[in-house]
Structure formats: structure tokens, C-alpha cells
């Protein structure tokens, strides 16, 4: 019987243990591309077929491109280059994809498992052709309902050797400075190979995919490991730190054996996460589409009621009034906690869960509009995340007990736990209030205003921590600590660094939860930097820009908020236009104004070398009646700014996050791959040269 129990304990725990490195390993590796030809030997005029073939991984499958493009799924896309060497005949055919209904969009859909195989004719007009293609294409696991982030690759094929041998080479001597993009394809060489043979293609080599740029994923992650220490600061709050020893003793006592007793725990801490979890799945139907997702993070209503109802839980902790949920709600729930053995212990995480709602409510809220945004996977791995540090402690400490003597006992720290997480929710209720004043332009918290505010609650949580400010539940506190003092050091610098912000410093730590540089009323020494920047060519030229009385670009650049004006100017001046899908509300646009456009290298090229459009998708100025559409993607009357824009960037792009960079032409020819958020400076400035260099050509 011992062992048996043994064995499940050591199931249970292996299942807990990685059950978030198996979500986690969904994230799937960048796809790898082959080459082939179907001709050993052709003659100029001779036309041949160009084989694309790429495995895909078990559980995954991508969407062709025999289906309709506006239907809404990412489609595969393959743009070949323009040369005089070779000509297309046809466009880029599918082989072995299979059309089926999915409600979800709903309509008729194209995919493609196991191998995405592809084939274009082209005619050979020169000895040595000179072929290029760029991919799009984006690929969802079957498991999650994950999509990845389009990927874009391209292949650069500068020498095809065409012999009387049976041997057709492709080679591709394209400089890769990025040695991580480089896939081995090692391990995928023997299906494409004996794919190859069945099909009576040529003997090749291989050529890596390198995606130029892609989204980056660091974001994804980042998300997860706050929602995971949020949840293990919930543990220290004093709605839930009390019963971390009681829980524990519980099932110690109650059980026979330690094996017991652990395995009780271990389905305590993943029923924690299960009903977190659960709370994400729920809420990821209301995420699915972007168009929601920008209501939410952008819209006035939902920002000023999350800044009032963050007011009130930092009320709450501050000791005014104390937030809980019905008792006869809870205590029902709480009595279900006597039945027998797994379904008693998932409603003992349930009470938890409830009991402790007044001191997780806000970081629960603020994950949860955060995920919105995120589709399907991220509310899900969110919430679990913030589940996962939350039932951590109560494991740990049931699979180790004598670690609870270590524990420090329930007092009067916890309340000031509770009254810091008040100084912070009211910090963090002006962001709410400022993103709606920042998208609608009302004027309310410039952001010396908004500086002021923080600089003051930094200061005053400062002299709490230091026992110079007392709420009405504190205890008398004769000397503090080192971590208390340490904490109070912290805050103390917090203030002092914001404090140049008022004189126009651009607090780059910052960058994304202030208010943009357009707000501040004084910036120390702008006279002279304005003097220099009107006299440039680009100024001149854009004073009267549209939306410019209201939408400005940072750093003194200059340009437009138009799509169809900036195009004009790109074709009047001979310059290609930098595309930058952006927003109000986005924290990585300001980040990359911040520690990205500001460098000299960037900020030269974008003034000397482009017409810039910056395309705000949250704006909510509505256009005259005269310049409304219906979008022909889902069929709704596009009125505001904001809904033009974003409607452009899905519908011509693919894409529907921002920041997005895109260059491009006056005849909106796309001059290089789009780029996203990343702070690599010399990667940005060799986008920005390798679209110059493009459009010269």
C-alpha cells in the first residue's frame, strides 16, 4: 500500500513539477525551409519548378494559400523578387493541403500537416538566374490553439548552377550576422530527402531560412514570471499568510502516512492552479479578437472604472473599509471542504481562493487586462502562472514541514505588507487614468502632473516604512528593521529619480508608464533644440501635416499621421516612408522611442533618410461621415482614427500588435521584412539602411 502511494506521490509530483515546462515547450523552434529543383539539367527558355518544402512539427499545422486571404487566418505567403534572369509562370501552387470548415472564422480553410510543400514554375531567361523569395506564413498547435507570431524568412538564391550532370545546385552566400537564426537541418533531412527521391526532384543543398525579423517572444515570458511572483507575493498578505501553517498542520494531521499528506498537498497546489486557470480560459473568450483587446486597454470607460475600482482596493488596504466577498457564499463553499478526499481538498483551494480575494483582487485584475490582449494562451498561462506561485508555498512547506519553524510569526508586518500593495494600487490607478486621458486628449494628467503624484506617494511610502506615517491598523513599531530600512532607502531613490522628469529628463526606466514627452508643459533647454529642428528641411514641409494639432512624434522628429498624405510625400520628396503602427497605451512603443529612436545613429536616419507616418491604432477621434468606410476584412464601419489604422495594419500586414515598423515606397512596395519590438540599436539601424538601400534599387 506504501509503495503504491509512493508511486503516485512520485507521479503527481513529476506532473506538477513540469507541468508548466510542457506548456512552455509549445513554443516551438523557428521552422526550417529546403530548396530543390525539379530539372537536373534545363537550357535558357526551359522552365522548371522551384520546390519549397518545410516539416512540420507533430500537433502543428500552417495555412495554405488556396483559401480566401480575408477570411482571417494567416495565410502562406511567398513574394518572389523582380529580376530579368528568370520569370514566374503562375502563381506558387500548394501540394497536399486539405480544406475543411472551421466555426471559428467561419468559413472554408486550407492547411497543411507534417509537410508544408510548395511549387513555383519559373522560366529560365539567363545562365546564372538570379532568384530571391520572402515567406510569410504562421503555424498553431493543434494541443493549446496557439498561434506563433508570423514568421518572415526569406531566401536569397544568388548563384543557380544549372550542369548536364544530374546535380542541380542552389547556393545562398547571404552574409548572416546572427549565428542563433541559423537552423541545423540535420535532423529534417532524411523525410525531405526521401520525399525528394519519391518525387524525382534534384539533389540539393540546403538553404537556411533566416528570419530577417520577428516578433520577439521575451515580452511572453516576461508576462509569465510577473504573474508568477505576483502570486507569490499574494502568499505574504494577510489574507493568505495565516493560513499557510494551518493548511499545512492540516495535512500533516489528517494523514496516516507523509506520503499522504504530500500527495494531499501537491492536489491542494494544482487545484490552486486549476481554478486560476480556469478563470483564464474563461477569460480568454473575451480575448480572442484584437478589436476588443484595444477597447479594453484603450477605451475611457474601462480605464476610469479600473482606476476607481483600484482606488478602492488601495482604500481597502490603507484600512478605510475591508473588502469581502458574501459570507453565506463563502461558508457554503467552505462546507464542502468535509467531503472525502480529492473533491474536499479542491474545495479547500476554492475557499482559499475566495478568502484571499480582497488582497488578490488587484494583481488577479491587472494580470487579466494585461492577457487580454494576448488571445487564447495568454490568459490561460497567465492566470496558471499566478496559480503556480501561489500554491508553491503551501506545497513546498507541506513536503518539508519543519520549514514552517523558519516562518516568521502573523503580526503587524503583514499589515504593512498590505499598506505598502495600497501605495502601489493607487501608483498604478493614475496609469488607468492616464491612458484614457493620454487616447482622448483631455489635458488632465500632463506628465509633470503625473510625475508629481508618483514623486509624492514614493516619498510618503518612504516615511511610512520609515514609522513616520501611521494608518489605523498599524501596531507601535519602537525601531524597524533592515529590510524595512532598506525598502525605505529604495523608495526614498525612487522619488529622487523621478524628480529631473519634471525638466523634460526622459527617465528611460520608465519609458511606457508615463505619459509621453508631448504632455510636459516645461522641458529644460527645448527652445533651443526646437529652434534647431524647425530649421530642417522635413519640418518645414510637414507643418500643416494632418492630426498633427493633436498626434506628435518624440525626439523633435517631424512627419505624418496620415497614411494616404505620408504617401504623397513619399512619392513628392523621392524618399521611402518608415511605417510605425503604434500607440498611446503601448508600454514597447515607448521603449523603443526611448532606447532605440533616441540614439544618434537612429534618430539621423530617420530624419535624413525618411518620411515618417506614425499610425497611432488606439486613437479614438472620430474622421469626418465623409471619410468612413466598411472594411472588407470584417465587415464594419471603420470611423475613428484609430480603427482605420488598425484595420490597415491587419489587413495589409498581418499583424495586429504594436509597435510594427514597415518600410515601404510611395507605391507601397514593401522595401524590406518588418521589424517589432527590439532594442538591438544595430539592428534597427541596419533595417533602416538595408530599406534605404532598397529603395535605391
Known amino acids: 500500500m506504501i509503495q503504491t502511494k509512493n508511486k503516485l506521490v512520485f507521479l503527481v509530483t513529476i ?18 525551409w529546403k530548396i530543390t529543383s525539379s530539372k537536373t539539367a534545363a537550357n535558357i527558355g526551359d522552365e522548371i519548378d522551384i520546390v519549397l518544402t518545410s516539416v512540420i512539427e507533430k500537433d502543428w499545422y500552417m ?4 483559401m480566401d486571404p480575408n477570411l482571417g487566418p494567416i495565410t502562406a505567403e511567398f513574394t518572389w523578387s523582380k529580376d530579368k534572369s528568370y520569370q514566374l509562370v503562375g502563381k506558387t501552387i500548394p501540394i497536399g493541403s486539405h480544406k475543411h470548415y472551421e466555426e471559428v472564422w467561419p468559413g472554408t480553410v486550407s492547411t497543411m500537416k507534417g509537410t508544408a510543400k510548395f511549387i513555383q514554375k519559373v522560366k529560365i531567361l539567363t545562365a546564372n538566374p538570379k532568384i530571391k523569395v520572402a515567406l510569410y506564413f504562421q503555424e498553431c498547435s493543434e494541443v493549446t490553439g496557439m498561434c506563433m507570431p508570423p514568421y518572415e524568412q526569406e531566401y536569397e538564391v544568388k548563384n543557380l548552377k544549372i550542369t548536364t550532370s544530374n546535380e542541380t545546385i542552389i547556393e545562398n552566400n547571404t552574409d548572416v550576422k546572427n549565428t542563433e537564426n541559423v537552423i541545423s537541418t540535420t535532423d529534417t533531412s532524411t523525410n525531405i530527402a526521401s520525399e525528394t527521391k519519391k518525387d524525382t526532384l534534384s539533389k540539393t543543398e540546403v538553404t537556411a531560412a533566416i528570419p ?17 511572483l505576483g502570486g507569490l507575493i499574494a502568499v505574504a498578505t494577510p489574507c493568505v499568510f495565516p493560513m499557510l501553517p494551518m493548511t499545512v498542520s492540516f495535512f500533516t494531521k489528517k494523514s496516516s502516512t507523509r506520503a499522504e499528506g504530500i500527495t494531499r498537498a501537491i492536489t491542494f497546489g494544482i487545484s490552486i492552479i486549476g481554478i486560476y486557470a480556469s478563470l483564464g480560459l474563461v477569460f480568454a473568450f473575451f480575448g480572442l479578437g484584437p478589436d476588443f483587446g484595444n477597447w479594453l486597454s484603450t477605451h475611457w470607460l474601462p480605464n476610469v472604472l479600473f482606476f476607481v475600482i483600484f482606488l478602492v482596493f488601495a482604500a481597502s488596504f490603507l484600512g478605510m473599509f475591508e473588502i469581502t466577498l458574501p459570507h453565506a457564499f463563502v461558508n457554503k463553499i467552505d462546507s464542502k471542504s468535509s467531503m472525502g478526499n480529492f473533491a474536499g481538498i479542491f474545495f479547500m483551494a476554492f475557499t482559499l481562493t475566495l478568502v484571499s480575494f480582497s488582497c488578490t483582487g488587484p494583481v488577479v485584475g491587472s494580470l ?67 491612458t484614457a486621458d493620454v487616447v482622448y486628449h483631455w489635458g488632465i494628467l500632463d506628465r509633470e502632473i503625473y510625475l508629481t503624484i508618483w514623486i509624492v506617494i514614493a516619498f510618503l511610502l518612504g516615511m511610512y516604512l520609515l514609522g ?52 510636459q508643459d516645461f522641458i529644460l533647454g527645448a527652445e533651443n533644440n526646437h529652434s534647431q529642428s524647425t530649421n530642417s528641411p522635413i519640418n518645414q514641409s510637414t507643418v500643416y501635416a494632418k492630426h498633427a494639432d493633436f498626434l506628435h512624434l518624440p525626439h523633435g522628429l517631424t512627419g505624418y499621421f496620415d497614411y494616404k498624405e505620408a504617401l504623397a510625400a513619399s512619392k513628392a520628396t523621392g524618399k521611402p516612408l518608415f511605417v510605425d503602427f503604434t500607440g498611446h497605451a503601448c508600454v514597447n512603443c ?74 515601404i515606397d510611395g507605391n507601397e512596395k514593401v522595401l524590406t521584412s518588418p521589424r517589432f519590438y527590439d532594442t538591438d540599436e544595430a539592428a534597427f539601424v541596419k533595417f533602416l539602411d538595408d530599406g534605404k538601400a532598397a529603395f535605391k534599387r
Not at 506532473?15 to 526550417?32: E, G, H, I, M
Not at 530577417?212 to 508568477?228: G, Q
Not at 471603420?638 to 495594419?649: A, E, M, P, S, Y
Open 368 to 434: 487579466l487586462i494585461e492577457a487580454v490582449g494576448g488571445k487564447f494562451i495568454k490568459p490561460l498561462l497567465g492566470m496558471a502562472s499566478f496559480g503556480f506561485g501561489l500554491a508553491l508555498p503551501f506545497t513546498l512547506f507541506a513536503v518539508f514541514p519543519s520549514w514552517l519553524q523558519n516562518l516568521p510569526k502573523s503580526g503587524g508586518w503583514l499589515n504593512s505588507v498590505k499598506v505598502v500593495l495600497g501605495f502601489i494600487e493607487i501608483a498604478f490607478a493614475f496609469k488607468f487614468l492616464s
Open 212 to 228: 530577417l525579423s520577428k516578433p520577439a517572444t521575451e515580452s511572453f515570458f516576461s508576462f509569465l514570471i510577473l504573474a508568477f
Open 468 to 519: 513616520k506615517l501611521k494608518f489605523s491598523h498599524d501596531s507601535d513599531m519602537p525601531f524597524i528593521g533592515v529590510p524595512r530600512f532598506g525598502l525605505a532607502v529604495i523608495s526614498f531613490c525612487f522619488g529622487v529619480y523621478m524628480i529631473p522628469g519634471l525638466f523634460g529628463a526622459p527617465l528611460k526606466a520608465l519609458s511606457g508608464l508615463l505619459p509621453p514627452m508631448q504632455t
Open 590 to 663: 515607448r521603449k523603443m522611442e526611448e532606447y532605440v529612436w533616441a540614439k544618434p545613429e537612429v534618430l539621423k536616419r530617420l530624419q535624413n533618410d525618411y518620411i515618417i507616418v506614425s499610425l497611432y491604432a488606439d486613437e479614438r477621434k472620430e474622421l469626418p461621415e465623409n471619410e468612413w468606410y466598411t472594411s472588407a476584412r470584417d465587415g464594419k464601419v471603420k470611423k475613428t482614427i484609430g480603427g482605420q489604422n488598425q484595420d490597415l495594419q491587419i489587413s495589409k500586414y498581418n499583424f495586429s500588435a504594436q509597435p510594427q515598423y514597415v518600410l
Open 63 to 66: 495555412y495554405s494559400n488556396d
Open 15 to 32: 506532473l506538477f513539477s513540469f507541468a508548466f515546462s510542457n506548456l512552455f515547450a509549445q513554443l516551438k523552434n523557428t521552422p526550417v
